[in-house]
């Protein structure tokens, strides 16, 4: 299916940034039918693994699950080899590994996916939606503007065969301007205008990410933690929908 294709509810993945199996379950049951994308993350999965893949997958959901995997080539192939047998539809890797370590993550998505059916998107880590340019500067130690250093890992992730990028929603433009647009963005950093910012950084709302051309938004306690999670889900749905429908 072409991505001009995917609908709102396709493009909206659900962090279920949550300490245990029961209160994530609980959460795909109220979005069931609606939410069509989870996003499986460090916490849940190292504390329940395969098996809340398997809930969601049993529930309809596609599957993001966010290990931002960083390690040798060759222990990055492994890691992408495992992942590829749970039948999940996305992960990814920081691209801060360097190339060797994309190519081989590649390669081990390519093993470990079984004949005939199609390997999970790869995605690459750019700088993590937190990180501002003074902690970029200062304590990581990689000089110059976030927006440089964003655009400098887009291509090489786009070089390393990887199938997009995270990024902050601000930096969507840039990355499709220096990689194309068939090159993904996933973006989280997402926050309605009524919303609490939090611990993010560089934000928009989910609007205006789609207006900037992202291809998927990752949006987590906007609708997690809110009092209705499903009316909320379909209030960002509906104001993504007009966004999509206008650019
Ligand atoms: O709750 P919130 O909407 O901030 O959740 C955003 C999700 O996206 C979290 O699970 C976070 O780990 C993830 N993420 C991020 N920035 C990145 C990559 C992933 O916020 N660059």
């Given amino acids: 299916m072409a991505k001009t294709d995917w609908t709102a509810e396709e493009r909206m993945i659900v962090a279920l940034d949550f300490p245990g199996t029961e209160e994530a379950v609980s959460m795909m049951d109220q979005l069931s039918g609606t939410a069509r994308y989870v996003k499986i993350g460090m916490q849940l999965y190292y504390l329940a693994g395969p098996s809340i893949v398997e809930e969601a997958r049993k529930r309809g959901f596609s599957v993001f699950l966010d ?18 047998g749970l039948g999940v539809d996305m992960v990814n890797v920081h691209v801060a590994g360097g190339k060797a370590m994309m190519e081989a993550a590649r390669e081990g998505l390519a093993k470990g996916t079984g004949a005939g059916q199609k390997p999970p998107l790869l995605l690459g880590v750019t700088q993590l939606t937190s990180t501002s340019r003074i902690v970029m500067n200062e304590e990581i130690g990689i000089p110059g503007s976030v927006e440089d250093c964003v655009r400098h890992y887009a291509l090489l992730a786009r070089d390393s065969g990887l199938d997009g990028v995270v990024a902050s929603p601000l930096e969507v433009s840039l990355i499709k ?16 205008a009524t919303s609490e910012k939090g611990d993010q950084h560089r934000i928009t709302t ?27 889900f379909t209030q960002i749905a509906e104001e993504v929908k007009n966004a999509i429908a206008s650019r």
């Fill in 177 to 192: 301007e220096s990689c194309g647009d068939p090159f993904l963005t996933v973006t989280p950093g997402v926050r309605p």
């Fill in 206 to 232: 989910p609007e205006d990410a789609f207006r900037n051309g992202t291809d998927f938004i990752v949006v987590g306690r906007p609708v997690t933690r809110a009092e209705d999670p499903l009316e909320a």
């Fill in 67 to 84: 290990l931002k995997v960083h390690d040798i080539p060759n222990t990055a192939r492994g890691a992408m080899q495992s992942l590829a």
